[in-house]
Nanobody, 114 residues
Framework: QVQLVESGGGLVQAGGSLRLSCAASGRIFSIATINWYRQAPGKQRGLVAG???????NYAESVKGRFTISRDNAKNTVYLQMNSLKPEDTAVYYC????????WGQGTQVTVSS
């Protein structure tokens, strides 16, 4: 069982930065792939970035060069550093853990004003 809690969302102007955190409980965290997804109003939830237990990362094309995912297994936490934010980054951001099953957090709102 894995429980995920996101934090760090908020309102920021275009060009600004935010850092999201995903704190996890559960022994499998360090061996699970952790992803960040986002869902804007009226749109499907889509993958933003992911990081494997070995630290291999992948990013959606729309965020490459602007967002960085990292993990601290000692703290059971994954981070998403978001720079050069754009209004189209506005969405609810969800943390996801994959280890056999899918585990989801409750989401954190990110709003980027123009």
């Amino acid at each position: 069982q894995v429980q995920l809690v996101e934090s760090g969302g908020g309102l920021v102007q275009a060009g600004g930065s935010l850092r999201l955190s995903c704190a996890a409980s559960g022994r499998i965290f360090s061996i699970a792939t952790i992803n960040w997804y986002r869902q804007a109003p009226g749109k499907q939830r889509g993958l933003v970035a992911g990081i494997t237990s070995g630290g291999i990362t992948n990013y959606a094309e729309s965020v490459k060069g602007r967002f960085t995912i990292s993990r601290d297994n000692a703290k059971n936490t994954v981070y998403l550093q978001m720079n050069s934010l754009k209004p189209e980054d506005t969405a609810v951001y969800y943390c996801n853990a994959k280890y056999g099953l899918d585990y989801w957090g409750q989401g954190t709102q990110v709003t980027v004003s123009s």
